[in-house]
């Protein structure tokens, strides 16, 4: 069973990419509340190339999970027929499903505390966009003057 070796090895390296991207977007959450554009921008940047790899790592860990299950189990599915992490754990013994479990447990947490760090610094974008337009409104009178005056 090298697939399933593999497989725990993909998921832990997901898992660890995926610990890495949360800590970008925590730096980026500051630098968001400090108004330090540069970090956003630089924070952006290394999540763009962190999610590449992500992503492969997904498509693989998707490909092996299949393929592990039908090694394993009387019903082969096809390429198209999701196989969920979990079905394949019940199936395996002892020690093979906790590492797996174990693994996948760690992916799990990681995707839930993105999310979470997502959802905060969606609401601080949104309420630094509302703060500016409010801002621009009332300095502009409802935007019916321009903010600097160009007459000389």
Not at 34 to 45: F, S
Request: no cysteine; net charge negative.
């Amino acid at each position: 069973m090298n697939n399933l070796v593999h497989l725990a090895e993909v998921i832990a390296t997901e898992a660890e990419l995926t610990e890495q991207l949360i800590e970008m977007m925590k730096r980026q959450q500051l630098a968001l509340m400090e108004t330090d554009a540069e970090t956003v921008a630089a924070m952006v940047d290394n999540q763009e190339e962190l999610l590449l790899p992500i992503e492969g790592l997904e498509q693989e860990r998707i490909r092996l999970t299949r393929e592990v299950w039908n090694e394993i189990a009387s019903r082969q599915v096809t390429d198209n027929a999701p196989v969920h992490l979990s079905a394949l754990i019940e199936r395996l013994p002892g020690d093979e499903a906790q590492r797996l479990s174990s693994a996948g447990s760690r992916l799990h947490t990681a995707v839930v505390q993105m999310l979470k760090v997502n959802q905060a610094n969606q609401f601080l974008i949104e309420h630094s966009r509302r703060f500016i337009r409010d801002t621009f409104r009332i300095v502009t009178d409802g935007y019916s003057r321009q903010l600097i005056d160009h007459r000389i």
